[in-house]
């Protein structure tokens, strides 16, 4: 299994659509999980943090399920500006970010 | 927004020059990062810095030397670049906490191409 591992899409939907992702993750012992989106050629940026079971933020929710590994990211009323593409980031045993190859999204009029 | 910077935004430069990438946060964080982005791929971890010492060193080619002046500065120096070395050049940075994991605040980079 790979440390870290993302459906890499693209995920095309429309406008005010619901969309979710999935990351699958091997270090059983990790603690802390992030979703960074990253736009084209730019940096990526923290969207969030999960530390327990899950965490919200307006239209973004992220769910944990320590018991199957995995991490979803659902994004609620999609807007154009959400178009980006979306790395799931998990610590490995050494305490080192390992990021997924990212899911690729397009919100399209 | 960020509060990570990095100069230069752009760089070209050729297989005999020498140039540095520098970095600064002003958040406090104790721990620094490098890392290397090609197009379409997530970002490779080059070097780690902790409380201002190398702690991780990925298998850099020594072409990439980086340093850590003090807490805030981070440097990238670069000698006898390849062309395969063009790619996004990306600092982080973050908090430093015993064992725990926290995460990383990018600066917006560095675009190198060696030509």
């Known amino acids: 299994r790979k440390e870290v591992e993302q459906d890499p899409g693209p995920f095309n939907v429309p406008e005010g659509a619901t969309v979710a992702f999935n990351c699958t993750y091997s270090?059983?012992?990790?603690?802390?999980f992030f979703w960074y989106r990253q736009d084209c050629r730019k940096e990526p940026k923290l969207l969030m943090s999960?530390?327990?079971s899950g965490n919200e933020d307006g239209r973004f929710t992220a769910q944990l399920n320590r018991a199957s590994q995995y991490i979803s990211l659902l994004i609620r009323d999609s807007k154009l500006s959400d178009s980006a593409t979306y790395l799931c980031?998990?610590?490995?045993?050494?305490?080192?970010?390992?990021f997924g190859q990212g899911t690729e999204l397009s919100v399209k009029p | 927004d960020t509060e990570v910077t990095q100069t230069p935004k752009h760089l070209v430069m050729g297989m005999t020059n020498k140039k540095s990438l520098k970095c600064e946060q002003h958040?406090?964080?104790?721990?620094m990062y490098w890392y290397k982005q090609k197009a379409k791929k997530p970002p490779e971890l080059m070097f780690v810095?902790?409380?201002?010492?190398?702690?991780i060193n990925e298998s850099v080619p020594s072409r990439f030397s980086p340093e850590c002046p003090n807490s805030s500065l981070l440097n990238l120096h670069l000698h006898a670049l390849q062309p395969e070395d063009s790619a996004l050049y990306l600092c982080?940075?973050?908090?430093?906490?015993?064992?725990?994991?926290?995460?990383?605040?990018f600066g917006p980079g560095t675009r190198l191409t060696v030509t």
């Open positions: 958040m406090g964080h104790r721990a």
């Open positions: 980031v998990v610590p490995n045993q050494g305490g080192k970010l390992i």
């Open positions: 982080a940075s973050s908090q430093l906490d015993g064992g725990e994991t926290y995460e990383q605040y």
């Open positions: 999960v530390y327990s």
């Open positions: 270090n059983s012992a990790s603690q802390s």
């Open positions: 810095y902790s409380y201002e010492k190398l702690s």
